[in-house]
């Protein structure tokens, strides 16, 4: 069983839902928790909190930080709560949690835990800070986050979790895990799916709510990108990414309008950063968790 803490920002794009749901749906995932960042935590704890009822598992649920540390917000909001109201889900919180829950999850389980950030790394930065001795007790931290070798379509040299909190993104490439481990938009733009294709493939009843959710996402997109599932997949098959270890800088650009993640390859370095894929392999480990 590998146990997993998520930090997600669950209720923007599709992508971090499509994650949870395959978590809840791994028989060797125990999901000790989840933490929300980002605008409008609640109504993104409320989002997690359905699909972990719909999978029929007791999972808790915090809200965390809604603001960035320094910059301004992004993604005030969660526009995919508007499925709530077909799905069951909480409604009431413990909120200031989020942050002790992470580090005592980590204390009781010294050396097996790995926390898995599909969000802005508010959270974490705040963790990694606040209880400096977290990082060093993780099994690993596995990130989607940044760009490491070429410019990607449209993106350059960015990645949207890395922008929208960039001084908490180099709070976190600065402190050491065990395993340190980047996910970035070089590998993930490459598993995508239509939406035409999506509808029929998502037939699990753990992957309703998720295409309701889609549903106020594919109104401005034709597809769904898998950056944080792929992400997720890392941590349970080996086989999926090819990582090549080197060092991570976060940089800001003027103005701090943009943030880069600069990455320099050698053993020396302390992280690890996936520059393949096997998308045929991903898909098959992805859909085979819902058979």
């Not at 929208?164 to 590998?187: E, K, M, N, Q, T």
Request: net charge negative; hydrophobic share 40%.
């Amino acid at each position: 069983m590998e146990k997993i803490l998520l930090d997600t920002d669950i209720g923007s794009d599709i992508d971090d839902a499509v994650c949870l749901a395959w978590l809840l749906a791994r028989k060797d995932c125990d999901l000790l928790g989840v933490t929300t960042v980002s605008g409008e935590p609640e109504k993104r704890a409320m989002l997690a909190s359905s699909l972990c009822r719909q999978a029929g598992k007791e999972v808790p649920v915090f809200p965390g930080v809604e603001a960035p540390l320094l910059v301004p917000q992004r993604q005030p909001a969660a526009p995919q709560s508007e499925a709530l109201k077909k799905w069951d889900h909480s409604k009431k919180f413990d909120s200031g949690r989020a942050i002790g829950f992470m580090a005592d999850t980590v204390r009781r389980h010294p050396g097996e835990v790995t926390l898995l950030s599909i969000g802005p790394m508010t959270n974490i930065a705040l963790l990694f800070s606040e209880h400096p001795d977290v990082p060093g007790l993780l099994k690993r931290f596995v990130a989607m986050a940044g760009v490491f070798t070429t410019d990607t379509p449209k993106c350059g040299r960015t990645e949207w979790n890395v922008m929208c909190d960039p001084h908490a993104a180099a709070i976190v490439y600065s402190r050491g895990a065990a395993v340190h481990r980047s996910i970035g938009l070089d590998v993930t733009l490459r598993v995508r799916m239509k939406a035409d294709e999506v509808r029929k493939k998502f037939s699990h009843p753990l992957l309703q709510p998720v295409l309701d959710m889609a549903g106020v996402w594919f109104g401005s997109s034709g597809e769904i990108i898998f950056h944080d599932p792929l992400a997720a997949v890392t941590i349970f098959d080996d086989r999926v990414c090819s990582f090549t270890r080197g060092s991570v800088e976060v940089g800001l650009t003027e103005g701090q309008a943009l943030a880069m993640t600069g990455w320099r390859p050698g053993t020396e370095g302390g992280h690890e950063v996936a520059l393949g894929v096997d998308p045929d392999r991903f898909f098959e480990t992805y859909f085979s968790a819902f058979r």
